[in-house]
């Protein structure tokens, strides 16, 4: 997705440097800043596609910065982290963090990265509008979900999880597959499947009078009922 705008905060000066330029080589259009503060006041001046973030920063770190941008937004976010911990990684991800990498890591890693989440961001091909099952309508373009015409606070993971359940028309996908789908690539061995578990756990409490939609598949996974 060349022209997106990409906010880095990282307060490693050198790796912000190289990432700046790796970002701006493929066509994105890069600002940064040093510490969390800092990152949320330029977060809420350029509204930037997507947000690279390290999870270790000065004045506000980024379990602090995530929470405070999904009071407002679903921005993708990148979470940077030298943490080995599983605990800290699905932390991370709970909060609002769309994917992340662990340092050391190469540029590379992290332009497949950005590229992945900006594709997802965008929604599924050939899709328009809204999708729907009953009183259900989920918005692609205002990334906004209806139950009965009034707005369910969904988390960023509980969006693209029933974006993704709805999307397979019906068929059950297993947790591997909702992983690879909805995190964007196969870590099954890195994050449990109990996350998916707990993921559609709070869905279905968000959902209210549609949460019988999302069926439990005995020794698969979930499906979604449309009709």
Known sequence: MAGARV??????????KVLKFNLEREGY????????????????????????????????????FCKAVRKTSRTPILMLTARKEEVDRV???ELGADDYVTKPFSVREV???????????????GTEGALRAGSLEVDLERYEVKVAGKLAALSTKEFELLRCLLSAEGKALS??????????????LEIDTRTVDQHVA??????GSEA?????????GYRLKRD
């Open 175 to 188: 947790r591997d597959e909702i992983l690879e789908k909805v995190w964007g690539y196969d870590r099954a």
């Open 7 to 16: 906010l880095i905060v990282e307060d490693e000066r050198a790796l912000v």
């Open 212 to 220: 019988r939609r999302v069926v439990t598949v005995k020794n698969v």
């Open 91 to 93: 932390l991370g991800l």
């Open 202 to 207: 709070r869905l279905r409490d968000k959902l």
């Open 111 to 125: 332009l497949a990265r950005v590229k992945a989440i900006l594709r997802r961001s965008r929604g599924p091909a």
């Open 29 to 64: 259009s890069v600002a940064s800043a040093g510490d969390g503060l800092a990152g949320l006041a330029a977060f809420q001046a350029d509204k930037p596609d997507l947000v690279i973030l390290d999870l270790m920063l000065p004045k506000l770190d980024g379990f602090e």
